[in-house]
């Protein structure tokens, strides 16, 4: 089970993160998405930043990571958008195959 991963991403609005979630699943590279509001807490430009964002989780296998990472630094506005993959270990049998049907190329 260890083809698969979800992939962490932040955005700053709801907004953009739907523009890379829909290019994501039409390119067939993510089976899902999930989109939650958090408050991040971090230094940029050497100042401490408090700031409302849309974290979303992607579901995809490990293999269109790459391509994956690709679309959404294209996409993302950031100078520098938090990209972090993390591999799932075990999962229902039934889910992880749905991943493969849905991203198959």
């Not at 390119?27 to 964002?53: D, M, R």
Request: aromatic share 10%.
């Amino acid at each position: 089970m260890e083809k698969y991963c979800v992939v962490m991403v932040t955005f700053a609005n709801e907004t953009d993160a739907v523009r890379v979630i829909d290019a994501a699943i039409e390119n067939k590279l993510v089976a899902c998405a999930q989109t939650f509001n958090i408050t991040s807490h971090y230094t940029w430009q050497g100042s401490v930043c408090h700031a409302p964002e849309v974290m979303v989780f992607f579901k995809t296998t490990k293999k269109l990571y790459d391509a994956l990472e690709s679309k959404i630094k294209e996409l993302h506005p950031y100078q520098v958008p938090e990209i972090i993959a993390i591999d799932i270990e075990r999962g229902l049998p039934d889910y992880l195959k749905w991943i493969d049907t849905v991203t198959a190329q």
